[in-house]
C-alpha cells in the first residue's frame, strides 16, 4: 500500500543495475505502440500447448511473463536475461490468454521444477493475469504489473508491485489496485513521463523500472 520514493529507487538503481530494455517509444497512454521485436538469439523455444514460448535460464524460480497486445514474447528480450541472472527460469508466452497463462505457471512448476512463481506482465498481458489471478488466486507466488488497465477483486496476499507513469490515463489504476488488494506487500510505483507499460522500457525510466522489478524480485516475499 506504499507509494514509492523515487529519489531512493534511483539511488538504488545507480547502485545495483544498468538496463535497457526492448520495445517502441510512444506516447499512447491507455494502449501499446507498435512492436518492435528483440533479438533472435534466445535460450530456447519451446511447444506449449498449441503455441510457443520462450525460456532464458534454469534457476530454482520461475517469472512467468505476459507482453501487451503489440508485443510479442521476444520483446521481453533484455529483461528476461537480468531476471534469469538472477537465478530465475523466466518463461515469455506467446499466448497470454488465460489458457497460455495457465500452461506456462504449469511448465515452470512441473516441468522446470521451480519453487515459486512471479507472474509479470504489460498493459493487455497485466490484465489477463489479473483476470485469472481473480480466479485462482494462489497461481502466483508474487505479481509485478506494469500499466494494468482495470481494477480487480478476488487477488491473493502475494506481495504486489504496480508499476505506471504519472502522466498516462491509467495511473489511477495501479495506485488503487496496491491500496485495495489484499496482503502487506502491496505498493504502487508511479514514474515521471507517459510512456505506457513496456514503452517505459525504451524510455528514460528504463532504469527504474527495470530496477525496481529485480529489486522485488530479489527480496524475499
Known amino acids: 500500500m506504499r507509494r514509492s520514493s523515487l529519489p531512493a529507487l534511483l539511488a538504488l538503481v545507480a547502485v545495483a543495475v544498468v538496463a535497457f530494455g526492448c520495445g517502441n517509444g510512444g506516447d499512447e497512454e491507455s494502449t501499446d505502440d507498435p512492436a518492435v521485436t528483440g533479438p533472435s538469439a534466445m535460450v530456447e523455444r519451446i511447444e506449449l500447448d498449441g503455441t510457443s ?23 521481453w528480450q533484455d529483461q528476461a536475461d537480468q531476471i534469469a541472472a538472477l537465478g530465475f527460469t523466466v518463461l515469455a508466452v506467446e499466448d497470454t490468454g488465460h ?62 508491485l504496480f508499476i505506471a507513469s504519472e502522466d498516462e ?16 506487500q502491496n505498493e504502487s510505483l508511479i514514474l515521471p513521463g507517459s510512456a505506457h507499460a513496456q514503452n517505459m522500457f525504451a ?10 522489478i529485480l529489486e522485488r524480485l530479489d527480496s524475499p516475499s
Open 53 to 75: 514460448a520462450l525460456v532464458w535460464g534454469d534457476g530454482p524460480r520461475g517469472a512467468l511473463l505476459a507482453h501487451g497486445a503489440a508485443f510479442d514474447a521476444a520483446s
Open 99 to 160: 489458457d497460455g497463462l495457465i500452461a506456462g505457471e504449469a511448465y515452470l512448476r512441473d516441468d522446470a521444477d521451480v519453487g515459486d512463481v512471479a507472474f509479470i506482465g504489460g498493459s493487455a498481458g497485466a490484465d489477463s493475469m489479473l483476470s485469472l489471478l481473480s480466479e485462482q488466486p494462489d497461481l502466483a507466488d508474487q505479481v509485478i504489473l506494469l500499466s494494468p488497465n482495470r481494477v480487480v477483486e478476488g487477488l491473493g496476499t502475494q506481495p504486489k
Open 169 to 184: 490515463a491509467v495511473t489511477d489504476v495501479s495506485t488503487e489496485l496496491a491500496d485495495s488488494s489484499l496482503g502487506d
Open 203 to 212: 524510455s528514460d525510466q528504463a532504469d527504474a523500472v527495470i530496477g525496481a
